[in-house]
């Protein structure tokens, strides 16, 4: 039934009509050339759009009356004038006179989709940013895009928390920031608690979903999550953003910037602190960033150095709740109990990464620029866990002799390490002529990281901080990329991307297998190519086809040498309408993902003993995205996205311990889900702005079934669930500032009991199969307001 009113909110977009509308093209004065992706907007009334790549724009005034419309564009003197809407259609052109300074961010455009590419995108500006940071972690601020879902291990959004992406976890989403790898070379993975506040920062972010195009880092196999921080701002400024929520929440930032000084140098800085106690017992965050950045700005060049940083503590709370606790005691955590029933009180991780970003950004002629960068990322930290009865001999310690008799179990406190350097550099040359577009580029980055663990307390006396475990792991990644988009006519464009990219990893053992070495070396090729093809000023059509090549993570190759694991492949099919107005723009894709050597958990124990995931030759991915926004009369605005899929393992063989033989029973399925992958996902956002200068959005998001593994067992899943928080924000008149603003978010306003992520063990006992399962829920009712003051 949901599914069907999400589709019936879509298809009601189409039919809400305008009264005045705005069109017009926008060009360069000095060459009266059209320009393409300028902001035209009124921001009385969230009216607006960007010019297309013919500098047009068009879009709906809700009513009669007198609009302060403003123009603005990187490069370009800002544009601010008066219209006057009458209920016709007001013809306007612009033309904008360039300010004599280059400041498009390179790095950016030649990794992210521009307009008429032919691949599923979503884009978020600072401002929509803005309206929903008060301190939750950046993939919260993503849970409205199409298809995509998120978790919190702590329950409220802080600390550690998790997204997914048609099904795709973070470990096959590519992250980078301004072009910069993000990625953690082995797991592959993300960790945004690495990065309090990093959104505070960030000026847009760019959701490609699928294969998309070419990047640097991590293979997309799912997603890439693009993020830019180095946009230009002119004027000094300076914002204190303060916001306070249940749980004992905060969130406290500071932002500066100097604007432009003596036409050339920009300095921006951002101080932030986060800390929560969090919805589970004892989850507690506490977390703090910050973010520097200087630039040297000419009208051909551009120098960037960025430093930023992020450290964290937080309360593990890893282990999620029992079936048998989930409605008893739902926020039940495990974590650093002891058999007495108390709790260890520095069962936490401690975790410091800081980041260092050299750019240098050349224009060679109005068509040609090129850009350079050189990384540096440090990361070390730990977490922090008490053990009961440890055997002596599971840590290589001989066993003390105490009155005369062996000692063969201790209690113990121990430290899991992390200690590494990722490094490198990336390039890109760009040319945009009159018919094609290109982009040559890639990168090379090397990860150093050492592995090791060491005992800080022993109940029987051993050697201070003695190392049980001390292994390296070295990887390097080069790629090399040519993309490149054709106008075959004003309509018709062709695009085309080929990439090679080559992988060598190292790893000199394992914590609990140190004689495991394994040495390994991957060389893929990923082409990629699509045509766009504009009906008309309203509607475009596009269709692509793409190929993703993706290494095993650090865990897989625990497998053993004799089960070392294959590299997996995906290719990509997309295909998309969208159809815009100056009032409503409808969005609709389909795509089928088919994957060959898929990595799933299947159960099986491999040669070391361990549960580690498994290649399964054939599985897919098929789905349809809409999405869609308008304004339904003077007061409100509707967006709304809803995406459709089927997910299915093929022929897959799935292993279950059975304790009556000691052996493993194996279970084949023909066709069967895969884990985490709802074939439903819906959200929308109905706005109102009932007075001037008040916005009020019900926000709402219904997620279907997952299953929490690969066998398509109910008694193995997630339910359904759907939510709904109420946001509010409202500009306060007033002499003193710039701008003064308070905040309200209430989330889940009908305290519904969920649980967006889990895991299971299945098992046979007494001739009976059966299921652990572990639940991480979500807060119920809960709240954060902030502040927001400019100067």
Not at 23 to 46: A, D, F, Q, R
Not at 628 to 653: E, M, P, Y
Request: charged content about 20%.
């Amino acid at each position: 039934m949901r599914q069907f009113l999400f589709l019936l909110l879509l298809c009601s977009l189409s039919t809400v009509h305008a009264q005045t509308v705005l069109t017009g093209v926008v060009t360069n004065k000095s060459n009266g050339k059209p320009l393409e992706g300028v902001s035209v907007s009124i921001p009385s009334t969230n009216a607006g759009m960007h010019t297309n790549a013919n500098g047009q724009y068009r879009f709906t005034i809700p009513s009669k009356g007198q609009y302060t419309l403003q123009v603005s564009y990187l490069g370009f003197k800002p544009f601010t004038t008066i219209i006057n809407a009458t209920g016709n259609t007001i013809q306007t052109d612009f033309s904008l006179e360039e300010t004599g300074l280059f400041v498009k961010p390179v790095e950016i455009s030649s990794l992210r989709v521009g307009e008429h590419s032919p691949f599923t995108q979503s884009t978020l500006t600072a401002e929509e940013i803005k309206k929903q940071n008060l301190g939750q972690d950046l993939p919260l601020l993503l849970n409205q895009l199409p298809g995509v879902v998120t978790n919190s291990d702590a329950g409220t959004g802080i600390g550690y928390t998790g997204i997914r992406v048609r099904g795709s976890d973070i470990t096959r989403i590519n992250v980078t920031a301004n072009g910069i790898p993000i990625n953690d070379a082995e797991s592959q993975g993300t960790f945004f608690v690495n990065m309090p506040d990093f959104a505070s920062s960030v000026s847009s972010i760019q959701l490609q979903r699928g294969v998309g195009t070419s990047t640097n880092g991590a293979g997309a196999f799912g997603a890439s999550l693009n993020l830019s921080t180095n946009d230009f701002r002119d004027k000094a400024y300076a914002e204190v953003n303060s916001s306070v929520g249940s749980y004992n929440s905060w969130k406290n930032t500071v932002k500066v910037g100097s604007g432009l000084i003596s036409n050339h140098f920009t300095i921006d800085a951002r101080l932030s602190k986060i800390s929560s106690d969090g919805y589970m017992d004892r989850a507690s965050s506490d977390l703090k960033s910050f973010y520097t950045s200087a630039a040297y700005i000419s009208k051909n060049t551009a120098i960037r150095l960025n430093v930023f940083s992020g450290k964290e503590k937080t309360y593990q709370a890893w282990n999620g709740v029992p079936f048998d606790s989930l409605k008893t005691h739902r926020t039940y955590n495990s974590a650093g109990q002891r058999a007495d029933g108390t709790y260890y009180d520095n069962e936490t991780d401690n975790y410091q990464q800081d980041h260092y970003q050299l750019f240098l950004n050349q224009s060679l002629s109005s068509k040609l620029d090129f850009n350079v960068a050189a990384h540096y990322t440090r990361g070390r930290g730990y977490y922090e866990q008490y053990r009961e009865q440890e055997a002596f001999a599971d840590y290589g310690i001989p066993e003390p002799v105490i009155n005369g008799a062996p000692v063969t179990h201790t209690d113990l406190i121990r430290q899991l390490w992390l200690d590494n350097h990722f490094y490198g550099g990336i390039f890109s040359v760009n040319y945009k002529g009159d018919k094609l577009n290109w982009s040559l580029g890639g990168g090379w980055n090397r990860y150093e990281g050492g592995h090791y663990g060491k005992i800080i307390w022993a109940q029987y006396p051993i050697a201070k901080d003695y190392r049980y475990y001390d292994n390296d792991a070295f990887k390097r990644d080069l790629n090399v990329y040519w993309k490149g988009q054709y106008k075959i006519t004003s309509a018709f464009r062709l695009f085309a991307d080929l990439q090679y990219r080559t992988v060598q990893y190292n790893i000199d053992g394992f914590d609990k297998n140190p004689s495991l070495i394994q040495h390994n070396a991957y060389n893929f090729f990923n082409p990629k190519a699509g045509i766009s093809y504009t009906l008309n000023d309203r509607q475009e059509v596009y269709a692509s086809f793409a190929v993703g090549n993706k290494e095993p993570n650090r865990d897989d190759f625990e497998a053993g040498v004799n089960n070392t694991p294959k590299h997996e492949t995906l290719r990509d099919v997309e295909a998309g309408y969208t159809y815009r107005t100056g009032n409503i723009v409808l969005q609709a894709n389909a795509y089928y993902m088919n994957y060959k050597n898929q990595l799933v958990q299947t159960g099986k124990l491999n040669d070391v003993g361990a549960y580690t995931r498994t290649n399964i030759p054939k599985s897919y991915r098929a789905g349809i995205e809409l999405q869609g926004s308008t304004r339904l009369g003077r007061l409100f605005t509707l967006s709304a996205n809803a995406a459709f899929s089927r997910n299915k393992v093929q022929n897959f063989q799935y292993f279950i311990d059975n304790f009556d033989t000691g052996a493993q029973d194996t279970v084949v399925y023909k066709s069967t889900n895969i884990a985490f992958s709802p074939s439903f996902v819906g959200g929308y956002t109905l706005s109102a702005r009932p007075v001037k200068n008040l916005e009020v959005s019900l926000i709402g998001k219904y997620v279907s079934r997952q299953y929490l593994d690969n066998s398509e067992v109910k008694e193995r899943s997630l339910d359904g669930y759907y939510t709904n928080d109420l946001r509010f924000s409202y500009i306060i008149p007033q002499p003193l500032f710039k701008e003064l603003g308070i905040q309200f978010m209430l989330n889940n306003i009908w305290n519904k009991k969920y649980s967006p992520n889990g895991w299971t063990y299945a098992f046979k006992e007494e001739g009976v199969e059966k299921s652990s399962n572990g639940y991480y829920p979500m807060a119920g009712t809960n709240f954060f307001a902030g502040i927001n003051i400019a100067f």
